[in-house]
């Protein structure tokens, strides 16, 4: 059967229930003047910028500049995702196929309509009775399907859409968030291997004035070839992440990753664990599943409350503990900013010793990694923390795996 065929089908049936509404439907008087029979009309706007399940709400404009930002996520999914999509185009056909019949009702209404006018004025009692009760069917059936529309969008395949939706930016968050560390980790060790590289050099001088041996140069070496043997493992895994990332974002590698800005610790602030741990436990999808299961007698009905007990009680744990996890987390932070405002004091010095000649250049490369070390640690623990701030946000939301 055919997509036509279909909606010829659905023709029918509507009209069956269109004749079954003239039971109670009462024909307009002879003398009446009812027009078109009232229908609420289905506003149809351009979307402009899709409102993320993240609750970030970004042009199209923005999302298509071939770079992909933290806080995109969410709309990148929506656009991007494969399984997205298909379930987008699923709801669109539906709502196209459901728009043909209605406008097809509508068209033979505003007929109905027309000609009755015109039995009217010709005194024709029984063709406008005829057409009178025609206009109602169709009135009925139109307006039957224009509701349809409307609520198309509450559905529960749009549900299980937001539900998917939610569940995949979480991932990409977490690909995201495990390409900046990675990231880290290699522009430390690209800065390990300038080190490297140096005291190599310098031993060679070493040698060439007999302050170094053989074997110091070849140690030299070795560690420096060493390191620079894990630099490419690091690569090729902040390569994988960016590729798995890609695949869910259903975009290509022609794109670049921008840096992840930093916490917004006023978050922190915001937090109100109780209220926080109500809405998780209105949003679970466990919890939504077993509420919406129906139970028939009193066992049935008492193991279910049992059942809805321990889970909103293993919510209610849950909670509590990515709130710990948070304030953890916001300790570390505060420990490491700490060391790196300290480090920032102590570099300059190393910058202006240098200049005036206080320092050889090894040394100087040392200090500079003892430096990025200080920042790569304040970076991290600014990513724990704003993993730990989504992952309490996720659960609010009803995304959490319960123990």
């Known amino acids: 059967m055919d997509k036509y065929e279909k909606i010829q089908w659905k023709i029918l049936d509507a009209l069956w229930v269109g004749l079954t509404v003239l039971l109670v439907i009462s024909v307009p008087a002879f003398g009446a003047s009812p027009g078109m029979t009232g229908e609420a009309e289905t506003v149809e706007t ?4 899709y409102t993320a399940v993240d609750g970030n709400r970004i042009s199209k404009e923005r ?43 509508r068209t033979e209404r505003a007929s109905a309509n027309a000609k009755k006018k015109e039995a009217k004025e010709d005194h024709d ?47 990409a968050q977490n690909l995201m968030l495990s390409w900046q560390s990675i990231k880290l980790q290699r522009e430390y060790m690209e800065k390990m291997a300038e080190l490297y590289q140096a005291v190599y050099e310098n031993t060679k001088l070493g040698q060439s004035a007999g302050l170094a041996t053989e074997r110091d140069v070849t140690a030299a070496y070795q560690e420096w070839k060493d390191l620079e043997v894990s630099l490419s493992g690091i690569e090729d895994s902040e390569d994988a992440v960016c590729q798995n990332l890609y695949l869910l974002l259903g975009t290509d590698d022609g794109v670049s990753l921008a840096n992840i800005p930093p916490v917004d ?12 741990i109500q809405k998780a436990i209105g949003n679970n999808g466990d919890l939504i599943a077993e ?34 996890e948070v304030n953890q987390k916001k300790q570390a932070y505060n420990a490491a900013k700490t060391g790196l405002d300290g480090a920032d004091i102590q570099w300059k010095n190393t910058q202006s010793q240098y200049a005036m000649g206080m320092l050889s250049y090894v040394e100087y490369l040392q200090k500079q990694l003892q430096y990025v070390q200080k920042k790569m640690v304040f970076a991290s623990a600014d990513l724990a923390l704003l993993q730990a701030l989504e992952n309490y946000h996720w659960a609010v939301k009803g995304i959490v795996t319960l123990d």
Request: hydrophobic residues 30%; without cysteine.
């Open 125 to 171: 009692m029984e063709s406008y009775g005829e057409y009178a009760s025609l206009e109602a069917v169709y009135s009925s059936a139109a307006k039957s399907y224009n509701e349809r529309i409307r609520k198309l969008d509450r559905y529960a395949a749009n549900k299980n859409r937001l539900s998917l939706e939610k569940q995949l930016t979480n991932a």
């Open 291 to 324: 509420r919406d299961t129906k139970s028939a007698g009193t066992s049935s009905v008492n193991k279910k409350l049992r059942t809805l007990d321990e889970l909103e009680e293993k919510v209610r744990i849950k909670m509590e503990q990515l709130y710990e």
């Open 63 to 105: 999302l298509e500049d071939g770079i992909v930002e933290y806080e995109e996520l969410g709309s990148l999914i929506h656009y991007g995702n494969l399984s997205i999509q298909e379930m987008i185009d699923s709801t669109e056909r539906t709502r196209q196929e459901y728009q043909e019949i209605r406008d097809y009702f």
């Open 265 to 276: 610790t006023e978050q922190l602030s915001e937090i109100n664990l109780e209220a926080d």
């Open 46 to 49: 351009v979307e402009s910028a």
